[in-house]
């Protein structure tokens, strides 16, 4: 969901102006974020967590994964140690 939003919002990505093997990359990387996502809303943040560290590892200068990184490494800090 989007922040304010009561229903889902499909989100896009424009990518055709970006050079061949960017493109390769993102496509690649697109499994793990999806992949993440799904972790992360079913609360489970170390599966996100590895999920965007291999998009991020595939295309190190998307800030996508970065962005989800930080918010889950917010969340894991702030999580008591059991």
């Known amino acids: 969901f989007v922040k ?3 229903r889902p919002v499909t989100i896009f990505e ?3 102006l970006d050079p061949e ?3 390769e990359k993102k496509k690649l990387s ?3 974020l999806i992949m993440g996502l799904s972790y992360f ?3 489970n943040y170390i599966g ?3 999920e965007f560290e291999t998009a991020k590892a595939i295309l190190p200068k998307d800030p996508i994964p970065e962005f989800h ?3 889950i490494k917010k969340i894991l800090e702030s ?3 059991s």
């Open 21 to 23: 093997d960017v493109k």
């Open 41 to 43: 809303k079913a609360e």
């Open 48 to 50: 996100a967590l590895d």
């Open 69 to 71: 990184l930080q918010r």
């Open 4 to 6: 304010g939003k009561a």
């Open 79 to 81: 999580e008591p140690i």
């Open 14 to 16: 424009c990518y055709d």
């Open 30 to 32: 697109e499994t793990y």
